[in-house]
């Protein structure tokens, strides 16, 4: 019989090669995935414009888009304006041409514009909680009847601030 010389020698090699050289080792361990999320909002508000005024009561509508972390509680105040002696329940708007003229407004958290929006919080704010989506807040605004100031364009910044 007769065996092949490459054979021989491939089978002695197999043979005196130590087991472990043909099997693959492993080294395993974890680590640890972390993040933190911190409560955030943004804030967002359109203008609200009265248009034309006739000593007629005007009524207009602003609105506020707040985005905060999901479940996080937040109060939305807004202050009195710039209007020197304006406060946050009577509110005025000056003339940009004649700017010691006032015409006075309201501000309300609600549809029959009864509750007076403010910056109290737990008295004149508006309080929500934060869902995944943006929450959007109407601003009811009023200019009452039988106001009779000068010809002018009126004007008035509201800060609105969210506080969580």
Same mark, same amino acid.
Do not use: H
């Given at each position: 019989?007769?065996?092949?010389?490459?054979?021989?020698?491939?089978?002695?090699?197999?043979?005196l090669?130590?087991?472990?050289?043909?099997?693959?080792?492993?080294?395993?361990?974890?680590?640890?995935?972390?993040? !933190?999320?911190?409560?955030?909002?943004?804030?967002?508000?359109?203008? @609200?414009?009265?248009?034309?005024?006739?000593?007629?009561?005007? @009524?207009?509508?602003?609105?506020?888009?707040?985005?905060?972390?999901?479940?996080?509680?937040y109060?939305?105040?807004?202050?009195?304006?710039?209007?020197?002696?304006?406060? /946050?329940?009577?509110?005025?708007?000056?003339?940009?041409?004649?700017?010691?003229?006032?015409?006075? #407004?309201?501000?309300?958290?609600?549809?029959?514009?009864?509750?007076?929006?403010?910056?109290?919080?737990?008295?004149?704010?508006?309080?929500?909680?934060?869902? /995944? /989506?943006?929450?959007?807040? !109407? /601003? #009811?605004?009023?200019?009452?009847?039988?106001?009779?100031?000068?010809?002018?364009?009126?004007?008035?910044?509201?800060?609105?601030?969210?506080?969580?």
């Open positions: 019989m007769r065996i092949s010389f490459g054979l021989f020698i491939g089978a002695a090699i197999a043979f090669a130590p087991a472990n050289i043909a099997q693959a080792q492993t080294a395993t361990t974890t680590f640890q995935v972390t993040a !933190t999320v911190l409560k955030f909002c943004t804030v967002v508000a359109t203008p @609200l414009a009265f248009g034309n005024y006739t000593t007629v009561e005007a @009524l207009s509508t602003s609105t506020i888009t707040v985005t905060c972390t999901n479940g996080t509680g109060d939305i105040g807004l202050d009195a304006g710039g209007a020197a002696g304006a406060t /946050v329940t009577t509110r005025q708007m000056s003339g940009t041409t004649v700017t010691a003229a006032r015409l006075n #407004y309201f501000l309300y958290r609600d549809t029959g514009r009864t509750l007076n929006w403010g910056t109290t919080i737990g008295t004149d704010t508006l309080r929500l909680t934060a869902g /995944v /989506v943006p929450i959007i807040s !109407t /601003v #009811y605004g009023r200019i009452p009847a039988g106001q009779f100031v000068a010809p002018d364009a009126y004007l008035d910044t509201i800060n609105v601030t969210v506080t969580y």
